[in-house]
């Protein structure tokens, strides 16, 4: 087991971090939030950030737009996240409110509501130890919403998923 060294800030020139950062978006998208949080990292001096920000935003290396429609996109198809889930991550990553609307604008609704039920199906399959049938579909309903879909949706799955119309022999 090697010892653990404490991280050391890289000292890097503007230039350098610009260079840096114009690899790192070619190979992936990268929102503004992301470049300044690795500009910090890097010890890059505050006053040049903005200038090497702006400079990767006229030359197109970096647009949110575009960031956000991918992130959208990807976190919808392979992570099944909802779109709650999906705006609050955009939002910690210092994509502006507007842009973040305007990406999830273009979710179609009845895919997502198809996504949620195949989800649904799945955690339903592999659930195995409840109490009852209730606790059955809370732990459907907390699933779905940890995922980030709204609050409707995700009982509107769960009850068609758990049929719960039993007559109730309390009274």
Known sequence: MQPQHPRIKRDKTPEQAYASLVRLCARSE???GDALRL???????PAARGQVLQR???ERFIDDGRYAEAFVRDKLRFSGW???KIRAS???KGVAPAIIDR???ALDRTDTEERLLVRLEKKLRLTTRYKDIYDLKNKLIRYGLSLGYDYEAVR???GRLIHTDEPCDAF
């Open 82 to 84: 909802g779109a709650r």
């Open 156 to 158: 509107d799955a769960a």
């Open 103 to 105: 990406a999830l604008a």
């Open 56 to 58: 990767l935003l006229d």
């Open 30 to 32: 990268k929102s503004s």
């Open 90 to 92: 955009l939002r910690l």
């Open 39 to 45: 500009m910090q990292r890097w010890g890059v001096d």
